[in-house]
């Protein structure tokens, strides 16, 4: 059974990087599409971005070029890097899983979360 | 970008009775490369991920129980709790994946009356 755990720090300065990792167990990184997804305070979703078998990648064009998502099939990690972050940028970090191989479909599989805080 | 609008925000319910959730989208998430419906539904817990409940528009996930059911197409879908059970508290989203950015309703929240 495929597992995520999200990883990295849970504070970060405004204007800095942000980054965090994803680690998957039970499975491989190939032939899925696997998200970014935030949680903010207030409890909305946005959905960050995905990428596709360490290749394709696509973002939510509203965080304006400062999202980049990488993976590292040797290692069943994939990671987030979030640009230039402001308190905005506080919320529950999950990564997550489609639920079917090749194909958009629903987020099946998700990791526990990690929360960031953006602060001085 | 896809606007999902769910209704209502809160949704007290007593025990035993349905309720019934609504979740309408700006744009149709029928794709029509397979005339299904791009949009699944979520379970969330406090301090726990979102859990699928329903793919599909209808299609229940194995281990969901059958109380839980949903229907609808293009832009106008509805997830229905048959007999609220104790818990089914939690708050529930929509979400579309027919095109990206995949996006997600405000949230409901369901309570005991």
């Known amino acids: 059974q495929v597992q995520l755990l999200e990883s990295g720090p849970g504070l970060v300065k405004p204007s800095e990087t942000l980054s965090l990792t994803c680690s998957v167990t039970g499975g491989s990184l190939n032939h899925y599409f696997w998200s970014w997804i935030r949680q903010t305070p207030g409890g909305g979703l946005q959905w960050i971005g995905y990428i596709y078998s360490n290749a394709r990648t696509v973002y939510n064009p509203s965080l304006r070029g400062r999202v980049t998502i990488s993976a590292d099939l040797s290692k069943s990690q994939f990671s987030l890097s979030l640009k230039s972050v402001t308190a905005a940028d506080t919320a529950v970090y999950f990564c997550?899983?489609?639920?079917?191989?090749?194909?958009?479909?629903?987020?099946?599989?998700w990791g526990q979360g990690t929360m960031v805080t953006v602060s001085s | 970008d896809i606007v999902l609008t769910q209704s209502p925000d809160s949704l007290p319910v007593s025990l035993g009775e349905r309720a019934t959730i609504n979740c309408k989208s700006s744009q149709s998430v029928l794709y029509s490369g397979d005339n299904k419906n791009y949009l699944a539904w979520y379970q969330q817990k406090p301090g726990q991920p979102p859990k699928l409940l329903i793919s599909?528009?209808?299609s229940r996930e194995s281990g969901v129980p059958d109380r839980f059911s949903a229907s609808g197409s293009e832009t106008d879908f509805t997830l229905t709790i048959a007999s609220l059970q104790a818990e089914d508290v939690a708050v529930y989203f929509c979400?579309?994946?027919?095109?990206?950015?995949?996006?997600f309703g405000q949230g409901t929240r369901v309570e005991i009356k």
């Open positions: 997550a899983r489609d639920m079917d191989s090749g194909s958009h479909s629903a987020f099946s599989v």
């Open positions: 979400q579309q994946y027919v095109a990206p950015p995949r996006t």
């Open positions: 599909g528009a209808s």
